[in-house]
Nanobody, 117 residues
Framework: QVQLVESGGGLVQPGGSLRLSCAAS????????MAWYRQAPGKQREWVAI???????DYADSVKGRFTISRDSTKNTVDLQMNNLKPEDTAVYYC???????????WGQGTQVTVSS
C-alpha cells in the first residue's frame, strides 16, 4: 500500500511563495507519474503540475511560469515550489502517484493553501 504525506501548506499573502512537499512510502525512482492537484471550495479537483518518467514536466496554464514541480528520488519526495501566489490559488493541494502506466492512482490527505491579505 502506497502512502503519501503532504506538508508545507499555510497562509500567505498575494505575491508570496510556498513550497509543498510530498513524501512517498515507496521508491519513486522509476515511478511513472507524480503530480499535484488542487481543489477549491465548490469546484472540481484539477491538475496543477505533473512529472512523469517519460517526458518533461507539464503545468496547467493557470500556474505556468509560477509553479515548479521537482522529484528527489534519494528522498522519495516530490515538491511543488509556488511563487507569485494569487488568491485564486487558494485550495487544498493533493499529491498524486501512479506507479506504472494504467495503474491505480494513490492520493495524499491534502494540505491547505490560503492566499489572502
Amino acid at each position: 500500500q502506497v502512502q503519501l504525506v503532504e506538508s508545507g501548506g499555510g497562509l500567505v499573502q498575494p505575491g508570496g511563495s510556498l513550497r509543498l512537499s510530498c513524501a512517498a512510502s515507496v521508491n519513486i525512482r522509476s515511478t511513472f507519474k507524480m503530480a499535484w492537484y488542487r481543489q477549491a471550495p465548490g469546484k472540481q479537483r484539477e491538475w496543477v503540475a505533473i512529472s512523469t518518467n517519460i517526458d518533461t514536466p507539464d503545468y496547467a496554464d493557470s500556474v505556468k511560469g509560477r509553479f515548479t514541480i521537482s522529484r528527489d528520488s534519494t528522498k522519495n519526495t516530490v515538491d511543488l515550489q509556488m511563487n507569485n501566489l494569487k488568491p485564486e490559488d487558494t485550495a487544498v493541494y493533493y499529491c498524486n502517484l501512479r506507479q506504472t502506466y494504467g495503474a491505480v492512482d494513490y492520493w495524499g490527505q491534502g494540505t491547505q493553501v490560503t492566499v489572502s491579505s
